[in-house]
């Protein structure tokens, strides 16, 4: 019966091993020569790639405007904390809301755009979002940003955690990422999961078999907004500041240039090994040359050029012809490519 | 009043006028044709009847209901389905999951978070006599991109009958087909008619005069001519233009 290979399981075997890795960090980091602030970074990370994947791999809808969100969840997880004094959950419910509810807005603009016209809309919407932080001097401190904002406790009722030291916060943030693979899994094997992708492939196809098709935009960018919004909360708790920089038109591109590298087109891990891949290169091409931009820069065109399905696209290829044998991997495209292989 | 009418339909790109005051009615139960060379306007008012275009005067009803409009999304929840002269695939995925995303019971499923479309095998088994019915039970996993062009235009039909629709708008389906390829589609159509209302675009003169109960011939933007294939076989212009030596 065909359906029988169709069932995707709640937890797959790659999630597994991405959960050993996850999990155990902080006791091999050092043995490795990382440390745990850069498993932090990258965590935070995965969350804005995974939710940003929602929109560029899955949906086929480029946004270079991204760090917006990132940046209003930033903002709202440290103006909670400034001015209300909010914990952890209150603070991270706020950046959550404050980023769904400007990726709402933004997304009305943008759900009936589709190519070129949505990628210049959401650069155009993004810089808005960028100039305010800037300018909006008694809201957002300007240029300089939110400073001051200390890492609270985290309160788990019985008891109480200090997140000061890297290892706590590096766990909470494992913990609520753990819990965003685990949630965008089971969306993306959802038959919604499957419709966003038509979108991708053809978007008047989806349309005429009664799709809405602006809707099903408006709501993948807003939770994609959702996932960047809770993963700037986290970066102000982290950082204990939150700053006009990651709203730019730069640092939004570095999340684009991260999923792409990755394999985000062709993999839900995409984006997980693209922001590994960027964290790694910084830190040892960094340790090597002040200008190690420009060779990871000259490193994403190589990418481009020779494999333009990324990191993913590559594993995926290489297993295919060493161990085509193998039975093909829960996940939908790659299991039917798979499948015509043999 | 028929199942499918179109009133007075005026659509124009600028200043170019496409169709000019064209009436069209279509039965339900039979096969409809449009024809005309290539130019015509047939494209548009295809285009016009399934929502892709809204026209600037003119009516569309759909058994009774005023349908002018309308997005394509809202048209196709009413029962129009329509396939492409180009194709229009969901490459990456399999001829199987293509169908599965065109069922409406996936389409009101969206919400589900815990239901697997591929999972279910009352879906699959729907999904499956879809295929089944335009000749490609056996290409289930076969990704679409990977299909020969026939089974490729087999399968932009099957999407289009996925959706359990009350009619079905055919565009071009004979495009780029050979003779045999053209000899499966006649056979398939005539396979179609029992259950569905069909109405078929086509240039090629001699495959819908197979076909059709009625024709409509389609020129300048204009209903040049209307009948059953023997009326117009007796017409003037029909037998004169080039359109019966494709």
Redesign the interface.
């Known amino acids: 019966?065909?359906?029988a290979k169709?069932?995707?399981s709640l937890v797959p075997r790659q999630m597994l091993v991405f959960f050993v890795i996850l999990f155990s960090f902080p006791f091999w980091s050092q043995s490795v020569g990382l440390y745990d602030y850069i498993g932090i970074e990258i965590a935070i990370w995965i969350i804005y790639g995974l939710g940003y994947n929602l929109l560029l791999g899955y949906t086929g809808l480029p946004s270079f405007g991204h760090g917006a969100f990132l940046g209003i969840g930033a903002y709202g997880y440290g103006l909670a904390h400034l001015n209300l004094g909010s914990g952890v959950w209150t603070g991270l419910i706020i950046a959550i809301a404050a980023a769904s509810a400007a990726a709402a807005l933004a997304a009305c603009l943008l759900s009936h755009r589709r190519g070129i016209y949505f990628a210049l809309l959401t650069i155009a919407i993004g810089q808005i979002f960028w100039f305010v932080s800037i300018k909006w001097h008694s809201l957002t401190g300007g240029e300089d940003g939110l400073l001051n904002i200390l890492r609270p406790e985290l309160n788990l009722g019985v008891t109480s955690i200090s997140l000061k030291s890297n290892v706590a916060l590096y766990y909470l943030v494992a913990i609520l990422l753990a819990v965003v693979v685990l949630l965008l899994w089971?969306?993306l094997?959802?038959?919604?999961g499957?419709?966003i992708?038509?979108i991708r492939?053809?978007e008047?196809?989806a349309?005429?078999?009664?799709?809405?098709?602006w809707l099903i935009k408006w709501t993948v960018f807003t939770l994609s907004g959702a996932f960047a919004g809770l993963a700037g909360g986290l970066f102000c708790m982290t950082q204990e500041s939150a700053y006009p920089d990651i709203m730019s038109l730069h640092a939004s591109g570095l999340i684009v240039m991260m999923v792409l590298v990755g394999g985000g087109f062709v993999s839900f891990w995409g984006p997980v090994i693209g922001v590994v891949v960027f964290f790694m290169a910084r830190d040892l091409l960094g340790s090597i040359t002040e200008t190690w931009l420009l060779w990871y820069g000259l490193l994403f065109m190589a990418v481009m050029v020779f494999e333009p399905e990324g990191v993913a696209g590559m594993w995926d290829r290489l297993t295919r012809r060493f161990f085509g044998q193998f039975p093909p991997a829960p996940d939908?495209?790659r299991s039917?490519?798979e499948?015509?292989s043999t | 009043m028929s199942f499918f009418v179109a009133e007075n339909l005026h659509k124009r790109f600028g200043s170019q006028v496409v169709l000019e005051d064209i009436s069209l009615a279509f039965e339900a139960g039979g096969v409809s044709g449009i024809m005309g060379p290539n130019g015509a306007g047939k494209s548009t008012c295809f285009n016009v009847l399934?929502g892709?275009y809204r026209p600037e005067r003119g009516r569309v009803l759909f058994d009774g209901e005023d349908i002018t409009g309308l997005?394509?999304?809202e048209i196709?929840?009413k029962g129009i389905?329509?396939s492409?002269q180009v194709m229009?695939?969901?490459?990456?995925?399999?001829a199987?999951?293509n169908i599965?995303?065109?069922l409406?019971a996936?389409?009101s499923?969206?919400?589900?978070?815990?239901?697997?479309?591929?999972?279910?095998?009352a879906l699959?088994d729907q999904a499956?006599a879809v295929l089944a019915q335009v000749g490609l039970g056996g290409r289930?996993?076969?990704?679409a991109s990977?299909l020969p062009y026939g089974e490729r235009r087999a399968l932009e039909i099957g999407?289009t009958l996925a959706?359990e629709p009350r009619i079905v708008f055919l565009d071009e389906p004979t495009q780029g087909m050979g003779s045999d390829g053209r000899t499966l589609l006649v056979d398939l159509v005539q396979k179609l008619r029992t259950t569905y209302t069909l109405v078929i675009i086509e240039h090629n003169m001699q495959f819908l005069f197979q076909l059709a109960d009625r024709i409509s011939v389609i020129h300048w933007g204009q209903v040049i001519a209307e009948g059953t294939p023997s009326e117009l076989n007796e017409n003037e212009w029909v037998r004169s233009s080039e359109l019966g030596k494709v």
């Open positions: 019966m065909l359906t169709g069932k995707a089971r969306f094997h959802s038959p919604f499957s419709v992708q038509t492939m053809n008047t196809r349309r005429f078999l009664g799709y809405r098709v939908t495209k039917t490519q499948e015509l | 399934t892709l997005a394509p999304s196709s929840r389905s329509r492409f229009t695939l969901f490459d990456e995925f399999s199987l999951d599965m995303v065109a409406p996936v389409r499923g969206l919400g589900r978070a815990f239901w697997e479309m591929r999972a279910d095998s699959a499956e289930e996993r076969v990704l990977a999407v959706s």
